[in-house]
């Protein structure tokens, strides 16, 4: 049973249009986050949300827009897609948002390319 | 803000040869550490951790990582590389004001036969 699972693998489209990416746990975690992993596999957050609150939100385009409608589930939708937004996006999740050390739950990613 | 930097993009190793990964961190206040590994096409996995319990963590798949205070260094080490070991492999702080995690730019491992 997957613990963190993303939903679709892979997404190409066309600058322009506006896209979703859905994320959903299974772990009863209280906190996920979306990251954005370029092409030189660089990692950067980008949101994180807890029990369904906006809680990190890193300089972003406000084309993206994550959507919590419960705590396992944490879906991002982006607006106007530009060839720059290419990359892989992985949502994670962990226990609690307060906790240094909490071991962060990574899901497969989803590999965007726009044309 | 703490950071890391991962010294070496890229490293090669021959099957059953020592695997050195570096980690060196910034922090004006107690890390911490942590490694992740990614295989190909997949998400990110835990390899293990340092929450100031002990200097010498092992963790999964036979790899540990010593914090060294004085050196502010978190290296990775594997006695003997395996083939299954080619992977990105990143290291990772824990920023204790914003409770974010703080990713190295990753090194390629990749393991001659």
């Known amino acids: 049973d997957t613990a963190v699972s993303q939903t679709p693998k892979y997404l190409v489209t066309q600058m322009g249009n506006d896209k979703s990416i859905k994320c959903e746990q299974n772990?009863?975690?209280?906190?996920m986050y979306w990251y954005k992993q370029d092409s030189k596999k660089f990692l950067k957050i980008m949101f994180s949300y807890n029990n369904k609150e906006l809680i990190i939100n890193e300089t972003v385009p406000n084309r993206f827009s994550p959507k919590s409608p419960d705590k396992a589930h944490l879906n991002l939708h982006i607006n106007s897609l530009e060839l720059g937004d290419s990359a892989v996006y992985f949502c994670?999740?962990?226990?609690?948002?307060?906790?240094?050390?909490?071991?962060?739950?990574f899901g497969p990613g989803t590999r965007l390319t726009v044309l | 803000a703490q950071s890391v930097t991962q010294l070496g993009s890229h490293v090669s190793v021959s099957e059953g040869a020592l695997v050195l990964l570096r980690c060196n961190y910034s922090?004006?206040?107690?890390?911490?550490l942590f490694w992740y590994v990614q295989y190909p096409n997949q998400g990110l996995q835990l390899l293990l951790k340092y929450t100031s319990a002990a200097t010498l963590v092992k963790g999964i798949n036979g790899f540990e990582a010593e914090f060294k205070k004085s050196e502010t260094s978190f290296h990775l080490t594997k006695p003997s590389a395996h083939m299954s070991d080619a992977a990105e492999y990143f290291c990772a702080v824990s920023d204790s004001n914003d409770y974010k995690l703080s990713f190295g730019a990753g090194t390629t491992v990749t393991v001659r036969a």
């Open positions: 772990l009863g975690h209280d906190t």
């Open positions: 994670a999740s962990s226990r609690r948002r307060d906790s240094l050390t909490d071991t962060q739950y």
């Open positions: 922090s004006s206040v107690p890390p911490y």
